[in-house]
């Protein structure tokens, strides 16, 4: 994780948790990080992880023909991609078993503004993976990288949920319907019309933004913002007004990454 983040404790239902437990999806939902058109990055993922133990990943996977149920699996399942992992549960959940007791509120799209969900690339068809990991050797354990670096390397148990389906959508159904809220929100890179979203997602104005902004259970703390970046000074501006206080920058061979919080938060 970033060592500028907060250490926070594992929930005590992962502490706990069996592999015939019913899964508390309103417990994996709370202080989450939500990673919408997200492909397969993993980036997240190594900079939140203890920050947050819970991570949910959404991306429609319209915008590549190669990219399919099957490549979700073998992704989350190859032995590279969570090194020093192993996976204790794996299953498919469907919206009725994932979703919380209390309404939920479509954010209606003003087309002008928000673009037009209907003529974007045809968005593959809904499922949904939840990946619980532990330690491959089954003891919680960090690796503390030199004093000079910014991250360090943490092994406890997580929840990994993947989600085909539209990121702002997914959004609105799972916080809404649990009235909770992600500790963070990761935006890298979504693109937009031809890039690959129907809404643009930085856009504050835009119908993403106003979901998050107007979710009964609150607005995250942190804002990740990233991608490509070539000159070497897009994302070190604000995009989002009330996420205004950067608290880390990097930049690596043309690909940048910032974090953003609220100054209250």
Not at 88 to 107: A, R
Not at 166 to 173: I, M, S, V
Not at 201 to 211: K, M, N
Request: aromatic residues 16%.
């Amino acid at each position: 994780m970033l060592k500028i983040l907060p250490r926070e404790p594992v929930p005590q239902w992962l502490i706990s948790y069996k592999p015939s437990d019913l899964i508390p999806f309103s417990e994996i939902v709370k202080n989450s990080v939500y990673y919408p058109a997200c492909g397969f990055d993993g980036d997240v993922t190594n900079l939140c992880m203890g920050y947050s133990h819970s991570f949910i990943y959404v991306d429609n996977l319209s915008y590549s023909n190669n990219a399919t149920k099957k490549t979700v699996y073998e992704n989350i399942n190859h032995p590279k991609n969570f090194g020093g992992f192993k996976k204790i549960h794996q299953q498919e959940y469907s919206y009725e078993q994932m979703l919380g007791t209390h309404p939920v509120s479509k954010e209606k799209a003003i087309s002008d503004i928000d673009g037009y969900s209907e003529g974007g690339f045809a968005p593959q068809e809904f499922f949904a993976i939840l990946t619980i990991f532990e330690s491959s050797t089954g003891v919680d354990r960090e690796f503390t990288q030199p004093e000079r670096a910014t991250i360090h390397h943490i092994y406890e148990r997580m929840a990994f949920l993947y989600i085909c389906d539209d990121g702002c959508r997914a959004y609105e159904k799972l916080f809404q319907s649990h009235l909770e809220k992600p500790k963070a929100i990761a935006m890298i890179q979504p693109g937009n019309a031809f890039g690959g979203n129907w809404t643009n997602y930085y856009d504050e104005q835009q119908i993403f933004s106003r979901i998050v902004h107007k979710n009964p259970g609150g607005k995250p703390d942190i804002i990740i913002f990233g991608g490509q970046d070539s000159g070497g000074g897009w994302y070190r501006k604000v995009f989002w007004q009330d996420y205004c206080e950067q608290i880390y920058y990097s930049r690596i061979h043309g690909k940048a990454v910032a974090f953003w919080k609220r100054p209250h938060s």
